[in-house]
């Protein structure tokens, strides 16, 4: 069909759904469609539609939007369920609960300033307490319960249920937001590392709970495809987040993860209040329509609740279609502003644009306008998406719940731009507070805002709990009981010890070691390989065929390299987590199997194995969190240190990925130079954390440099583990004494220095491995504070401190990082620590040029040796010129780091 057929300039009317014209104009209409099928083909007929649908979409944008359907309720008051609970009581228990959420915050801010937010509860408040009393199921035997990401700024309100329940009590309520009081208080936000017995889930940073919430459904499924888990039900996946939050990338960035999945197990609540903590979430437009359109087009069923139920007489009355019209029409500002405006206003500004919608309302009073209340905050229309959404199959399910943010704070705050951020209130709003929700609390004492719990043989308190009973249980809740496993010991490393004249990487032997793991009785299934598209570059591809890529589909094609013999194997119980090019879905992925031991008491061991660039530089808030969620596992950080990457340049090469690591306190992080080193390094982690139950996580950079594997000298365990030890002594017959700390394959630049000083200088220098700068520094910080603290008592000595106490002569630390990292040790080490390192951006060259522009080869370490003992007065002063004109150093090169 040519373009010109289509008149685009002449209005396009919708036949309208009834009348015999409508009838036979759809007719026509059909019987065309079915005569294209026929002569053109499916193919022809679908672009020919395709086209046409796209003319249609530039004339009348508003009338074809593939992925918008209109600003109304998803599902009709005719489809509703009945509503299963009291509403009546439930309403009081919600009342109540509201009001503790305020008054907890409130009460805080009236005698301290620690912050605390009263309008994102207010807003949520139908939402969860729907969830509450009748879909969210708690922990039972056999099943794990549902699992909840609460918003972050609605933890008061998850406090005062709590609160009700009697899990807590009135003093943790009074002391929100000051653990450090008397008897402990509560976490500002779900942080599990805090308030270990009660929150999951950190979601306080925005966006990372969402997308958290995404891979925990998929790695509920691959516990259940590769049978580690044999639940009688299976969980539900409930994610609450904020409108504002959906504009973080991590938020809907693995949208298609999910729907690709068919994680039915996940259900997102998004709660549309339209405003986040500035203002407006889109004034001049409709986040519902949006966000529906991501949505739907990432393959998810979308519910929305726009409209609560007093909205179902007006709707069914007009016969015109302007109220669907003019709700198209008003922009989420307009909404705003009739949330905030007596009715009067939005008769005059929504309904009066059109005749027949002022008729409409002729009937209702401005006051009645006014309590048109939105979707979110009717129980009956939430409860309509829950059960629609649980009972949902193949895809996953969000819920776009429209409500007034601060809703119910009236002047205090409901639907104002300053409402997110409103922590106090005066008597005068307290009162109406109390008003609009009923609270039994009587005026004299109303300034003080006391809490209100009612008796435990009320109507409210025993329907409440007997609702949680009915549903197995309080949530959040973590609980679980520790199983120990079987780990290996150090001896089924035994081929490690020895090591290799074959000249290997530190991430051969991690690909190694991971083999002996994954076929070890004790532990071999509790694995997790993690991999972002790179186990081809790091030398782990031959695990493909081993153990399988997990996929919830198997495999349905014939792979490309099936007659390889390490072709590209998925399988239905496959192993490995290959997740393609997503650091931030991997590092979720690392957290929800790090954390299994406790979300589901199954011990489940990540090895998480990445672009170390692309570790904490890229997604270091998901590192924090790892520590917050008290996740367990090691995160490898590979093709590490700005030198050892070579050619790659700027943007590949790390050196700085240890100094993050070092910040996060539940975090070991390791620098090994050997293989063995690496083998004791694991040992111990899987012993800490999967025999003794430890809650902490282990990252070690892992490198690409190939070069012989010394045997372990003896004894050295403890060393590689406490963060040093002394590799190799120098010679004994010479006149300086000199140390060399060295770290990864920069260790070799140490050796090849030792050689020089000895053979040229006279300087007998020690090389040490240096496995742990973090770990012997927060050991030396805690002496020291202890000394400080116990001034009486006989000092107490850190390690290092002990390590170096006899030695003699000057310390120098050469390593592949910036020179921060040895820095954190420099207090400590007799006569100061002088360190080189690879401080400033990296390029792309050979390694032996990239390691004297950074001066952190063996000659420059020749020279900083031979200046440190000059400076110390140790050695003479002439021999450091002399070197750097033997050893050929130009002493006028660029610095690498300029500012
Ligand atoms: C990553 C991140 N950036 C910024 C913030 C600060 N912040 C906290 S709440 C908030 C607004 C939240 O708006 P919305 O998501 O709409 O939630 P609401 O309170 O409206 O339900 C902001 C900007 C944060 N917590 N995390
Ligand atoms: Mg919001």
Redesign the pocket.
Known sequence: MKKEEINTSRPVTPPSTGGKSGDKWGQSLQSMFELALESQGPARTARLLEKLAKQLRTSSPELLRTFNTPYINTISPDEQPPYPGDRDLERRIKSYIRWNAMATVVKANSTTNVGGHI??YA??ATLYEVGFNHFFRGQSENFPGDLVYF???AAPGVYARAFFEGRIDERHLLNFRQELAEGGGLSSYPHPYLMPEFWQFPT????LGPLMSIYQARFNRYLQARGLVNWKEEPKIWAF?????SD?PETLGSLTLASRENLDNLIWVV?C?L???DGP?RGNGKIIQELECAFLGAGWNVIKVILGGSWDDLIARDKSGLLLKRMEEAVDGDYQKYSVEPGSYTRRHFFSKYPELLELVNNITDEQIHKLVRGGHDPQKVYAAYKAAVEHKGQPTVILAKTV?GYGLGEGGEGRNIT?QQKKLNEKELREFRARFNIPISDDVIAEMPFYRPPADSPETKYLLERRKALGGFLPSRKFTPKPLDVPKLEDFAEFFKGSSMEVSTTMAFARLIKVLLRHKGIGRNLVPIIPDEARTFGLDALFKDIGIYSSKGQIYDPVDSESLLYYHEAKDGQILEEGITEAGSMSSFIAAGTSYATHAVPMIPFYIYYSMFGPQRVGDLFWLAGDIRAKGFLLGATAGRTTLNGEGLQHQDGHSLLYASTIPTCLPYDSAFAYEVAVIITEGLRRMYAEGEEIFYYLSLYNENYAMPAMPPGVEDGILKGLYKFKPGADDKKHKAHIFGSGPIINSALKAQEILAERYNVSADVWSATSYKLLRTDAIRCKRWNMLHPAQPPQKSYIETLLAKEQGVFVAVSDNIRTVPDQVAPWVPGGLMTLGTDGFGRSDTRNRLRRFFEVDAESTVIATLYALAQKKLGEPQLVEKAIKDLGVDPEKLRPQLV
């Open positions: 309008s994102t807003s949520a918003q972050g700024h306080v940073s925005m966006g987040l904020g409108d504002g939050e973080e709660n209040n405003q986040r903590l979430v943010k997110h």
